[in-house]
């Protein structure tokens, strides 16, 4: 089945250490796009790609990091930068123009 | 800045009756305007589309209605179920050209509620 594969589903961070979410597409979409959700509210852009080896900030970058050595690939690592982190985290992808964005399940990241 | 404002942040509506949710956007560039649907724990999945060319868009119980000079659309939910329970979003973006991606801005949510 072609689809966006987040993992793990439930991570837990302690102050002061880094942590990467993965994230993997199988459906050979050249764009690629990290989330974040707090509750109760909408999705802010944390980094975006749009072709592999090459990626943008979007709206909240500061405290997070992320790389697209493959095009399948785009793992965000959550920084000891970054001071709030606990919230629900969403990755996308898409093609070009008119096109649907697919969303994975998610990673909920709590700091203990 | 781009924004998409959403409204209400949440809504109650019996079985069977009719859910409407608006958004406005400021953004004249904008040209595809998707709503996503999201249940507890998952993530949102594409609902219905529209682009500005046209007014409105019907699929099933759900209505896209899109006023152009407005800036705003809104969602319709027919005969409103207790399955249709979520949150959801609207969205737009500069989907067109030779843009190698589709970059969302997102609404706000807004969490509907039927009760049985």
């Known amino acids: 089945d072609g689809g966006i594969t987040q993992s793990p589903k439930y991570l837990f961070r302690k102050e002061g250490q880094n942590v990467t979410l993965s994230c993997e597409q199988n459906?050979?979409?050249?764009?690629m796009y990290w989330y974040r959700q707090d509750p109760g509210q909408g999705l802010r852009l944390i980094y975006y790609?749009?072709?592999?080896?090459?990626?943008q900030k979007g709206d909240i970058a500061e405290g997070y990091s992320v790389s697209r050595e493959k095009k399948e690939s785009f793992p965000l690592t959550v920084t000891s930068a970054q001071k709030n982190p606990t919230a629900f985290y969403l990755c996308?992808?898409?093609?070009?123009?008119?096109?649907?964005?697919?969303f994975g399940q998610g990673t909920r990241l709590t700091v203990v | 800045q781009q924004q998409v404002k959403q409204s209400p942040q949440s809504l109650i509506v019996q079985k069977g009756g009719i859910s409407i949710i608006n958004c406005a956007y400021e953004?004249?560039?904008?040209?595809?305007f998707p709503w996503y649907q999201q249940f507890p724990g998952k993530g949102p999945a594409l609902l219905i589309a529209?682009?500005?060319?046209?007014s409105e868009k019907k699929e099933g119980r759900f209505t896209i209605s899109f006023n152009k000079s407005a800036k705003q659309f809104s969602l319709h939910i027919m005969d409103s179920q207790p399955g249709d329970s979520a949150t959801y979003f609207c969205?737009?973006?500069?989907?067109?050209?030779?843009?190698?991606?589709?970059?969302?801005?997102f609404g706000g949510g807004t969490r509907l509620m039927v009760k049985p």
């Open positions: 969205a737009a973006s500069m989907g067109s050209g030779n843009n190698a991606g589709n970059m969302l801005t």
């Open positions: 529209i682009r500005p060319d046209v």
């Open positions: 459906l050979n979409h050249d764009a």
């Open positions: 953004n004249t560039a904008f040209d595809y």
């Open positions: 790609s749009q072709i592999v080896n090459d990626f």
């Open positions: 996308a992808s898409s093609t070009s123009g008119f096109a649907e964005a697919f």
